[in-house]
Structure formats: structure tokens, C-alpha cells
T-cell receptor, first 113, second 118 residues
Framework: SQKIEQNSEALNIQEGKTATLTCNYT??????LQWYRQDPGRGPVFLLLIRENEKEKRKERLKVTFDTTLKQSLFHITASQPADSATYLC????????????FGTGTQLKVEL | GAVVSQHPSWVICKSGTSVKIECRSL??????MFWYRQFPKQSLMLMATSNEGSKATYEQGVEKDKFLINHASLTLSTLTVTSAHPEDSSFYIC??????????????FGSGTRLTVV
């Protein structure tokens, strides 16, 4: 069966450190992998998109890697700040899938002072 | 940037009544919008794909007669929960894309609607 798995346990890190979140998937061949941030009671906010033929993408303090052999994406936030505290969702979009996104379960990140 | 406005942000209704949720793309035209449902501590689950001028496409297990979707214009899609029951209480979220993932913009989501059926 198809699965998208993210660490279900919350990730607590100290301010200034790098947060690394993992997204693993099985039985998918995604054309695109996306990362979103979701705050409590709000809709997700798009952060980064990486294509199947890309290995890495950066945007300011964010970095995403994509390994289609391992079927894994890593999401890094460098120099983390308390304002980065939120739930982070990875989502897959499959070619020919009608532009539908399938979301992982999300990982809650808490950045402490 | 692209903005999707969703209303209401929360609603409480009595069991057996119907509730309409609106999703508008404010500064772009959206031929396709998506409706999701999210239960506490769980991820977003796609309910249906809303296509302007045609019938919505529902995901497996979603009752189309219960969750009525209308996409009458390029900027407005509505979701009506008919004969709501307490188990329909959830967080409903819509989304749209400016130009698909090819545009590198991802998808823009509304702020969500918290539905509570009492």
C-alpha cells in the first residue's frame, strides 16, 4: 500500500540549531515533493517544492533534499528560531494524478529558547 | 502572491442542518480547487477535486450526496455539508494552484473552516 511517513513524535530543538525533518514514502513515484508549514487552526502554507530530477533546493534558511532511490526527503531549517515552531507537512504529487497532493502525517517542531 | 479566502472560519450547527463553506481565489483564476478534511492530530485528507463548470471528482469513500461541491466560476467553489451529523465535525480546508506545480508556487490554501455539529 502507499504510505507517506513523517516522524510522529514532536521534535524539540534549541534556538540556533538546525532542525532536520524526514519524509519517507513507499509505492509512489512522485513527480514533485512539497513541504508545507501548518500552524494550529490554520491552513498549510507552501514552503518549497522539489522535482524528481532535483537533488537539493534551498530558500533562505530552508533546504530540501530528495532521494528517489531511498524514497526519502529531508527538510532542514538552519539557525532555527522560536517562530519556526509549527507542524511541517510533506506532500507528494504524482504525474498524471490530476495535480492532487497526498500529505504525510506531519511533524511538530518546537524551537526552544 | 496568490490568496485563497475561505469563509466562514468557524461554524456551529445543529445536527440535521446543512452548512455551506465558500472558497474564493482573490487574485487569480482557479479552474481547479481542492477540498480537504483534517481531523485532530491527523493529516489532510483530500475529499474532492472541484472543476469549474463541471462535476466534482470525489475521492473513494467520500459521499458525493452529502458533500455537495459547486464550482460555478473561476474564483469561487463551495462545499455544502448536507444533513450534518456530529461525526462530520472537522476542519475543512480548500486549496487552489496558480499554475500547477510547474509554476514552483505550490498550492495556496484557505485558512480553513472549523465545523462543529451539535
Amino acid at each position: 500500500s502507499q504510505k507517506i511517513e513523517q516522524n510522529s513524535e514532536a521534535l524539540n530543538i534549541q534556538e540556533g540549531k538546525t532542525a532536520t525533518l524526514t519524509c519517507n514514502y513507499t509505492n509512489y513515484s512522485p513527480a514533485y515533493l512539497q513541504w508545507y508549514r501548518q500552524d494550529p487552526g490554520r491552513g498549510p502554507v507552501f514552503l518549497l517544492l522539489i522535482r524528481e530530477n532535483e537533488k537539493e533546493k534551498r530558500k533562505e534558511r530552508l533546504k530540501v533534499t530528495f532521494d528517489t532511490t531511498l524514497k526519502q526527503s529531508l527538510f532542514h531549517i538552519t539557525a532555527s528560531q522560536p517562530a519556526d515552531s509549527a507542524t511541517y507537512l510533506c506532500a507528494l504529487e504524482v504525474t498524471g494524478g490530476g495535480n492532487k497532493l497526498t500529505f504525510g502525517t506531519g511533524t511538530q517542531l518546537k524551537v526552544e529558547l | 502572491g496568490a490568496v485563497v479566502s475561505q469563509h466562514p472560519s468557524w461554524v456551529i450547527c445543529k445536527s440535521g442542518t446543512s452548512v455551506k463553506i465558500e472558497c474564493r481565489s482573490l487574485d487569480f483564476q482557479a479552474t481547479t480547487m481542492f477540498w480537504y478534511r483534517q481531523f485532530p492530530k491527523q493529516s489532510l485528507m483530500l475529499m474532492a477535486t472541484s472543476n469549474e463548470g463541471s462535476k466534482a471528482t470525489y475521492e473513494q469513500g467520500v459521499e458525493k450526496d452529502k458533500f455537495l461541491i459547486n464550482h460555478a466560476s473561476l474564483t469561487l467553489s463551495t462545499l455544502t455539508v448536507t444533513s450534518a451529523h456530529p461525526e462530520d465535525s472537522s476542519f475543512y480546508i480548500c486549496s487552489a494552484s496558480v499554475g500547477g506545480s510547474q509554476a514552483e508556487y505550490g498550492y495556496t490554501f484557505g485558512s480553513g473552516t472549523r465545523l462543529t455539529v451539535v
